[in-house]
């Protein structure tokens, strides 16, 4: 299972603002799956993210992508406010 306790540990200045929250810096897929030491990709780790995501709701995070998923698209992750 893919961890991404390394969100709460990302520094300030990684983060960016945006609308409704702060972002960090597109990620492409293999990018999000190296840091979370994930073996799933795609739909299975946003599966994850979210499993994650509702146990760590302070903050808040959110996950959204480029569709379709590929090793080249992105992914962002983001706190929400």
């Known amino acids: 299972m893919a ?3 390394w969100l709460l540990n990302t520094s300030e200045d990684e983060w ?3 609308a409704k929250g702060w972002c960090l810096k597109a990620l492409r ?3 999000l799956q190296a ?3 994930a073996t799933q990709s795609g739909y299975e ?4 993210f979210r499993v994650w995501a509702e146990k760590h709701r302070d903050p808040h995070f959110a996950l959204t992508w480029d569709i379709p998923i590929t090793p080249t698209s992105y992914v962002y992750v983001c706190k929400l406010s």
């Open 16 to 18: 960016h603002e945006r």
């Open 3 to 5: 961890d991404f306790s």
């Open 29 to 31: 897929w293999p990018e």
């Open 35 to 37: 840091r979370s030491g």
């Open 45 to 48: 780790l946003v599966r994850s």
